[in-house]
């Protein structure tokens, strides 16, 4: 069964600091990867996609990786600020299931002003 | 570009009645739209992916006559959950795939459905 799995489920840091989002994912057959953030009550905003053939994104303080081989991703966030307090979601899309994509439960993420 | 919007925002509707929700694609022609549902602290599940002018495909355990999946246009697709119960509420994400690029979509913004 292919699945995505994010830890930890929280997590709260102080301002400033940089930090590490982990995603894991079953069979490294995958399409794409792809990070997003969701404010409470909101939608989904895109924030970086890992084509297959590629290692690493980055936007601004971002930065996303991806090792298909052990089945792992993280999203890296520099100088972290109090706007960044959000749940981060990571999910995959494997190529033997179209464009369908298997979100993770996400980590809730709270910057400590 | 790529905005997708849904519509109401939040609905509050009563047992047993039925409520449709609207996703639109307003800058671009979507073939492929996805419906979501999400609990709280929960992950995005797939309900069902539509196509423009042909029938939905539902995900294992959706109920296609609870859930009414409509996708008449490239720019429409609607969501009705039919004699609805407090199971459920919910907040429901629709996402939109451009025509001719399956592998990005574009997530509207959610719709908070309270069933008393």
Redesign the interface.
């Known amino acids: 069964k292919q699945e995505v799995t994010q830890i930890p489920a929280a997590l709260s840091v102080p301002e400033g600091e940089n930090l590490v989002l982990n995603c894991s994912f079953t069979d490294s057959a995958i399409y794409n990867l792809q990070w997003f953030r969701q404010d409470p009550g909101k939608g989904l905003t895109s924030l970086l996609l890992i084509q297959s053939s590629q290692r690493e994104q980055t936007s601004g303080r971002l930065n996303a990786s991806l090792d298909k081989s052990s089945g792992r991703s993280t999203l890296y966030i520099a100088a972290s600020q109090p706007g960044d307090s959000a749940t981060y979601l990571c999910a995959v899309r494997w190529i033997d299931r179209d464009d369908k994509i298997i979100f993770g439960k996400g980590t809730r993420l709270h910057i400590l002003p | 570009g790529a905005v997708v919007s849904?519509h109401p925002s939040w609905v509050i509707c009563k047992s047993g009645t039925s409520v449709k929700i609207e996703c639109r694609s307003l800058d671009f022609q979507a073939t492929?739209m996805?419906w979501y549902r999400q609990f709280p602290?929960?992950?995005?599940?797939?309900m069902a992916?539509s196509n423009e002018g042909s029938k939905a495909t539902y995900e294992q355990g959706v109920e296609k006559d609870k859930f009414l999946i409509n996708h008449a246009s490239l720019t429409l697709s609607t969501l009705t959950v039919t004699s609805a119960h407090p199971e459920d509420s919910s907040?429901y994400?629709c996402?939109a795939?451009p025509s001719g690029i399956?592998?990005e979509?574009?997530?509207?913004?959610?719709t908070?459905l309270t069933v008393t």
Not at chain 2, 41 to 46: D, E, I, R
């Open positions: 849904q492929t996805f602290k929960q992950s995005l599940m797939l992916t907040f994400i996402s795939s399956s592998y979509q574009y997530f509207g913004p959610g908070r």
